[in-house]
């Protein structure tokens, strides 16, 4: 199992910047795709942005597109978000998940993650 630990979450006005990160353990990180995923009061866990086991593709639900960007660093084990032009419909806790393969192809249903993290706050004010 993989442990996954998000931070970086806050309160932010709309149109400000915030970078979520989540630090994995493990050796195998590398292997396998990442997730971001959010939650918002009342709502279903929904996909927000993926990022395969080497980097080399990124794929976003197009709510986010333009404006949020997934990265990851695999020597540190770490997978970010930079979401910038934040808006109020952005607020949720959001979620890091590592993925059941190296692709992307199933990891935007919450069923094509493996391991979740705890979760971290993200509030926008309008």
């Known amino acids: 199992q993989v442990q996954l630990v998000e931070s970086g979450g806050g309160l932010v006005q709309a149109g400000g910047s915030l970078r979520l990160s989540c630090a994995a353990s493990?050796?195998?990180?590398?292997?396998?795709?990442m997730g971001w995923f959010r939650q918002a009061p009342g709502k279903e866990r929904e996909f927000v942005a993926a990022?395969?086991?080497?980097?080399?593709?990124?794929t976003y639900v197009d709510s986010v597109k333009g404006r949020f960007t997934i990265s990851r660093d695999n020597a540190k084990n770490m997978v970010y978000l930079q979401m910038n032009s934040l808006k109020p419909e952005d607020t949720a806790v959001y979620y890091c998940?590592?993925?059941?393969?190296?692709?992307?192809?199933?990891?935007?249903?919450?069923?094509?993650?493996?391991?979740w993290g705890q979760g971290t706050q993200v509030t926008v004010s309008s």
């Open positions: 493990g050796r195998t990180f590398s292997n396998y795709a």
């Open positions: 990022i395969t086991g080497n980097g080399g593709s990124t």
């Open positions: 998940g590592i993925g059941r393969f190296f692709t992307t192809q199933t990891i935007r249903a919450t069923t094509g993650i493996r391991d």
